[in-house]
């Protein structure tokens, strides 16, 4: 009898931690395999001009997400962070005025000439990244005051003012100085008077200069002109017989895309008194979040997955468009894949659980359809039954 009540005892026992188990196969249905543990992500936030957020990651263990620790994953923001994201790339200007305040500076010479300096901003590729801004400056005195000069304008004798000009003659006589160089080639250079707000209390006179030379004279140059059989010569016809116009592109120390372009002008073309000149230009763009390569700013970095994404059937290879680092598909256990795919511009994994088997980086005969743990390991609860009825049998 006491045999027989032992016996009876171990078996309700064994009927508890059965019917245990088979609690815990139909209610614990949080997750089948790691792929069903989404991360969990915090709040983004800035350090050190970098964007960062916190990652929790998650595993399935018996069939419930289970914490698997966490990290932290930055970008560098190449123009500043703000609330934890990026900053844009900025545009250095969208029209003249971004550049900076035109001005002019109104002053009295030592010898009472009345001058002007004026400053002026051009902005370049206007509302484009690769906008820049550029600056020119120009000036000059009138003839000295006879009455003395105050505050940039000459003081006439009756109401402190003076109309400086009326016209361009006013200002001085326009001249040209043509001669011949130590390689003889006709040069010559030109001055030229110009009246600003002409026959008003705030005219004003400005000068300019021009010149330049021609290539040497075969046969020689006489009083600024090269000699031929009629002692005459045309030095350029066009633009193009004073040389090629020229553009540059290289990069700046600082990653700035740059360019710097060589104009050549030909004036009195096809006369006598032609002759050749030439002017320059350049600047640089705002410095390359990605670099500079040959005078162009580098394109922004991007992921690309060989097989096209979170394929279990097809090994591929994610190549990170930030860290220039590649990640390729692998099996971590005969059933178990790690599988890498692109997010944004960098590559994450996760761990996926083949319905049949893994080999070389895929799932093999994989359908594509997730296999439950009670389907894995069917006849489970009827095995236990049959196994109490053998019992008491």
Known sequence: MKKECVKLGIAVLMLIVAVSLAANLVVAQACINNSVCPPVYGNKYCSENRSCQSVGSYQCINNTCVSAGGGVGCTDCPHGCLNGACKNRTIACSSNSDCGTSTTNRYCSNNSAACSSSLSYICNNPGTTSSFCAGAGMGGCSAPCPYGCSNGACINRTQNQTIVCYSNSDCGTSTTTRYCSNNSAACSSSLSYICNNPGTPSSFCVGGGAGGCSAPCPKGCLNGACINQTNQTIVCYSNSDCGTSTTTRYCSN???????????????????????????????????????????????????DSDGGRNYVLKGTCASGMSNISYTDFCKTTRYLKEYACSGNICSSSDYLCSKSCSNGACTNQNQTIVSLRESRPGFLSSIVEWFKNLFS
């Open 254 to 304: 600082n990653s700035e895309a740059c360019s710097s372009s060589v104009f050549y002008i030909c004036n009195n073309p096809g006369t006598p008194s032609s002759l050749c000149a030439g002017a320059g230009m350049g600047g640089c763009s705002a410095p390359c979040p990605y670099g500079c390569s040959d005078g162009a700013c580098i394109k922004a970095p991007t992921c690309s």
